[in-house]
């Protein structure tokens, strides 16, 4: 392949900022009259080689910004991005415009990746886009520096952060490089709030502080839109419907209901085509090739997996399920109206998928501080899923973005009725503070409701101020009450209490009577009471069954077996309805023998009740039985006898492993007694009556 026009074109120019050369070189290039607000100062500041955080919105133009530095600048520009398909989608748009680039990915045939290797070997190319996993590979360093790489970009930069919604821990290698290589970094991303620029900082730049630009957030061509589920599928059709022969993307949560989307689509008449992980890199290249070149295109893929294509024209963007968190949904539906000309949205959301994306949190094995973390991440989301007022205002602010209502998203378009759920909410702030915020939404609206269900009783919650007070409220309507306080982060999952809400601060202005809540009564009346999909476990008891998963996970991941050979899925459901607080409780449970309790026991024990039992190997080996139990009275007897009856004489003990065998083996008279080693004559003679009469009537 023959340097093109852009790589002749550069031949000899200084490495220097130079804003008419610039603009030149961006019109013979790219095509472009003038740089989009804010690119310029970014693409100087990378072009002299400062390392740089840029955040700008999608659509903002974050590709040029390190396209044209590396042009401007001598050697190769390697591009870190952890998409396949928007690396492929890059190579193909330079190449068309004569620029030398190339790509090293899973996906690549073997005559491509010879082709990228030649281009190297003659000092051709420019830019060389790899995803994060390739840095892991032996050599990999050793190849960079052969090809005089001079300048690392990083797309998609808040994947480096555990903040962040995208995490991929192969990123964390992307600072070793830049160190080996002793070169600039540009990083960018669209969205980043502060806890997730700050760790970009640490991770990719060693904590020194690059030169960050924040170039806003607001996308106002993006109209926003959210609705709750009630028959979802005709919902996605009916939005569909309307914006025929319009390129769009369907996001859903699972591999299968992409598939089951797209065959609907194209029965009621659509082009339409799922796209997710499990395709095999063939055919995920042909579905790309369409989507790039066909009009009217639809593309069903999976949120987790995502889409990475920077197509410039996609009209509308839906979601057939509640994304994960706030910035994964922002990163989404930005995919749509890259041109700038209008773009439509809608999310569709439902308390299934509320509870889906809390028992993904729980069941991770994130620390504890993360956890709390993605809970509040999902609150945001809630809160806009569930919003009163303008959605965009909204959206940026939970960037630390100022805005004025956009008139442009569906709550500007037909404000929701609204009233004041003051007195409400004080009433459910209060049964969470008065149930010590131990408890989940369900068992509060017990409470609330004056439903006397056997955890109330065994609570004596039914003597609570707050017990009957919300009667003039059903169930569904004080369902959608919580979720709405969710979405104000009022309330907030606590994952070390296994899902039980705790009251923030932000609702303490509430209680103390300084602060109106008003919410929207369609989303607190809309959701009708209908059976739900059936759980493995109540309500109440998921965060733990979700906790128990997750405990389960990292057992089995490392001893390198199935989940299941710890504990199937029966027997974890199982504990988390009987919630044993003990070792012998533990024992009680189905599936749970000797051998797993000794080996997990203490483990699942300290998830359920917070710590693992304290108890003696020689009584453990007991747990769970008749002969345990005597263990304990006998013990109790040893501990009183140990001075004597009067307390006066010589101290007298018994080891707990001789209780355990007196209680395994349960003599009926004193010379059975005696003849267990270590009952001589003086134990026998302090212990032998009571142990006896221990023995005989049962503990």
């Known amino acids: 392949m023959s340097p093109g026009p852009a790589f002749g074109y550069l031949r000899g120019m200084a490495a220097t900022p130079d804003i008419a050369r610039d603009l030149d070189l961006l019109k013979t290039v790219f095509g472009f009259d003038a740089f989009r607000p804010g690119q310029d100062e970014i693409v100087s500041c990378v072009t002299e080689g400062r390392d740089t955080l840029a955040i700008m919105p999608t659509g903002g133009g974050k590709s040029l910004c390190f396209q044209l530095p590396a042009l401007l600048r001598d050697g190769v520009t390697v591009v870190i991005s952890p998409l396949i398909a928007l690396m492929r989608d890059q190579v193909r748009a330079l190449r068309a415009v004569g620029v030398e680039a190339g790509a090293l990915t899973s996906g690549n045939t073997e005559e491509e990746t010879d082709e990228v290797f030649a281009a190297l070997s003659a000092g051709r190319l420019k830019l060389l886009y790899m995803a994060p996993e390739r840095l892991a590979a032996g050599g990999t360093v050793n190849l960079l520096r052969r090809a005089n790489v001079r300048m690392i970009a990083v797309d998609e930069a808040h994947c480096v952060s555990q903040w ?150 996609i009209r509308w963007v839906a979601h057939a399920d509640l994304p994960k968190s706030i910035e994964a949904y922002y990163q989404e539906i930005g995919r749509a109206g890259r041109d700038g000309a209008p773009a439509e949205t809608m999310t569709l959301y439902g308390p299934d998928d509320i509870r889906l994306r809390r028992s993904q949190i729980d069941e991770g094995l994130a620390p504890l501080e993360r956890r709390n973390a993605d809970h509040a991440r999902l609150n945001a989301l809630l809160g806009l899923a569930e919003a009163a007022t303008c959605r965009r205002v909204k959206l940026l602010g939970y960037f630390g973005e100022a805005a004025a209502p956009c008139g442009s998203c569906d709550i500007c378009d037909t404000p929701p009725d609204v009233f004041d759920a003051t007195v409400p909410t004080m009433k459910a702030l209060s049964a969470a503070l008065r149930t010590d915020e131990s408890f989940g939404a369900g068992h509060l609206i017990d409470i609330l409701r004056g439903v006397e269900t056997d955890k109330v009783r065994a609570r004596h919650h039914q003597d609570l101020p707050t017990f009957g007070v919300g009667k003039d409220m059903s169930k569904a309507q004080w369902n959608g009450l919580f979720r709405q306080l969710m979405g104000l982060d009022f309330l907030r999952p606590d994952p070390e209490r296994h899902g039980a809400l705790r009251v923030t601060q932000a609702a303490h202005p509430v209680l103390k009577g300084e602060a109106q809540v008003m919410l929207r009564r369609d989303t607190v009346t809309a959701v009708r009471d209908r059976p739900a999909v059936r759980m493995l476990v109540s309500e109440e008891d998921a965060p733990l069954l979700s906790a128990l998963k997750a405990k389960r996970r990292a057992l089995a991941e490392a001893q390198r077996v199935p989940a299941y050979v710890v504990f199937t899925d029966k027997t974890l459901i199982e504990m988390a309805e009987a919630r044993p607080m003990t070792l012998d409780a533990m024992a009680g449970i189905s599936g749970v023998g000797a051998k797993k309790l000794e080996r997990y026991g203490d483990e699942f024990l300290a998830v359920i009740a917070g710590a693992a039992e304290d108890m003696h190997p020689a009584r453990r080996k007991l747990a769970g039985s008749e002969a345990g139990a005597l263990f304990d009275a006998l013990a109790n007897l040893a501990r009183d006898l140990y001075r004597g009856i009067d307390g006066t004489e010589k101290p007298l003990s018994v080891s707990p492993a001789l209780l355990r065998h007196i209680a395994e083996r349960r003599p009926n008279c004193e010379a059975d007694l005696a003849r267990i080693k270590g009952m001589d004559a003086a134990r026998i003679n302090r212990f032998g009556a009571d142990f006896l009469h221990v023995l005989r009537e049962g503990a």
Not at 171 to 183: C, E, F, H, T
Not at 232 to 259: C, M, N
């Open 164 to 313: 962040g919604h995208d995490f991929r821990p192969d990123y964390l290698r992307i600072g070793d490089l830049k160190r080996d290589l002793n070169v600039p970094l540009a990083a960018f991303t669209a969205t980043a709030d502060e806890e997730t620029r700050a760790e970009i900082v640490q991770k990719l730049f060693a904590g020194r502080a690059p030169t960050t630009f924040l170039r806003g957030f607001d996308r106002p061509n993006i109209h926003l839109a959210f609705a709750v589920k009630d028959k979802p599928r005709e919902q996605i059709l009916s939005f569909a419907d309307a914006r025929k022969s319009l390129s769009g993307i369907v996001y859903a949560a699972t591999r299968a209901k992409t598939e089951t989307l797209a065959q609907a689509l194209t029965q009621n008449g659509h082009e339409a085509i799922a796209y997710h992980a499990g395709l095999d890199p063939d055919r995920r290249r042909e579905v790309e090739r369409r989507f790039q070149t066909e009009d009217g295109l639809i593309v069903v893929a999976t949120v987790a997996f995502g889409m990475g294509i920077d197509k410039p024209d």
